[in-house]
């Protein structure tokens, strides 16, 4: 068995890695290839990169293994800008971000320093696969859902009925954005208090009877122009992050803030504070905590922050936190004078 497959990362966490659109790969500690999600192959051209040398990607010149093992042996993030990809004819200028991950792999993470002319990565043809795969279930789980619902008389449980038919329609969307790579985004005016709500109904349902949640909404919030799913998503990501921080307690705030600053302008924001009372984010964790893979458990895949920071930017908002144990508070901001461009 290779090095590769002995340190190959559970299926869930690389799952949760293709989601990314910023490209990102895995490499041991010989210097090749793990894993590499769809975004990372479309910026390098490696269609087939598995157990592949990082040599491919500078040329052969040794510099991107010795960063490598450089944010190895620091244990700490590497940057390394203007740095050329020799994988692309013509090379391709790019921003490279190295960071140690578990069981002695280093995250490579690559941003190109030019906008593309098409900023959706393609998909790769074994996710696609996955996603018409998953349809069938997503169809048959829609349709129990829809009789039990009919069958139920106790009304909040046919309100758990229709949250699972609303996640079931959700993921096939997903499934088919997957399986239409560089169609236009779902884009409309969104009501972020109904997509705060929604994500309050699916973590209520999952949590323990103790989880007191509570609302402090600005009614007088306009909409924003944006993709509720992915903003769903955001959401969902912020509470259960709570969640596993061991949050009793779960405020969330909306409010209008002025002069955010966002894309160098003054101008107002729309803010949404989740507020939480769990242990808090480690002192060590603070500075990369929306760095793909980085947890605080053992068990966690360390995406779903980088994911919901990810969605905030497209939307131009941030993601920003501040924490002390028993007070969190992840702040998200959205400007409500721009809108999301309708091609990303």
């Known amino acids: 068995?290779?090095?590769?497959?002995?340190?190959?990362?559970?299926?869930?966490?690389?799952?949760?890695?293709?989601?990314?659109?910023?490209?990102?790969?895995?490499?041991?500690?010989?210097?090749?290839?793990?894993?590499?999600?769809?975004?990372?192959?479309?910026?390098?051209?490696?269609?087939?990169?598995?157990?592949?040398?990082?040599?491919?990607?500078?040329?052969?010149?040794?510099?991107?293994?010795?960063?490598?093992?450089?944010?190895?042996?620091?244990?700490?993030?590497?940057?390394?800008?203007?740095?050329?990809?020799?994988?692309?004819?013509?090379?391709?200028?790019?921003?490279?971000?190295?960071?140690?991950?578990?069981?002695?792999?280093?995250?490579?993470?690559?941003?190109?320093?030019?906008?593309?002319?098409d900023p959706v990565p393609n998909v790769s043809r074994s996710l696609r696969g996955l996603a018409h795969e998953v349809k069938n279930p997503l169809a048959g789980l829609r349709g129990a859902a829809q009789l039990l619902k009919r069958r139920l008389a106790d009304a909040e449980q046919q309100k758990l009925a229709d949250l699972v038919i609303a996640e079931a329609d959700r993921l096939v969307a997903l499934t088919e954005r997957l399986l239409q790579p560089g169609g236009a985004p779902a884009l409309g005016d969104v009501n972020l208090h109904e997509v705060s709500e929604r994500a309050r109904a699916l973590v209520v349902a999952e949590a323990e009877p103790e989880l007191a949640f509570e609302r402090d909404y600005d009614p007088s919030l306009p909409t924003v122009h944006g993709d509720g799913d992915r903003l769903l998503q955001l959401v969902l990501n912020l509470l259960r992050n709570a969640l596993q921080a061991g949050a009793r307690r779960i405020v969330a705030r909306t409010r209008v803030e002025y002069g955010a600053g966002l894309n160098g302008s003054a101008g107002a924001a729309l803010r949404l504070d989740i507020v939480d009372d769990g242990t808090g984010v480690p002192e060590n964790l603070r500075e990369t905590l929306f760095l793909p893979l980085v947890s605080g458990r053992a068990d966690g895949t360390g995406l779903g922050l980088a994911l919901a920071q990810e969605i905030a930017q497209e939307h131009g908002g941030q993601l920003t936190c501040r924490s002390r144990p028993g007070h969190t508070v992840f702040s998200l901001l959205l400007p409500l004078r721009r809108r999301m461009s309708d091609e990303r």
Request: aromatic content about 4%.
């Open 1 to 117: 068995m290779t090095a590769a497959a002995v340190l190959r990362p559970a299926p869930e966490a690389l799952s949760l890695l293709d989601q990314l659109l910023t490209g990102v790969a895995l490499v041991d500690t010989e210097g090749r290839l793990v894993h590499c999600n769809p975004a990372f192959v479309d910026a390098t051209g490696l269609s087939s990169w598995r157990g592949c040398p990082v040599d491919l990607l500078d040329g052969g010149t040794g510099e991107l293994r010795t960063l490598v093992a450089r944010a190895l042996r620091r244990g700490a993030p590497v940057m390394r800008h203007g740095f050329e990809l020799a994988a692309r004819d013509p090379p391709l200028r790019v921003t490279l971000a190295l960071a140690p991950y578990r069981a002695g792999m280093a995250l490579l993470e690559l941003h190109v320093a030019t906008p593309a002319a």
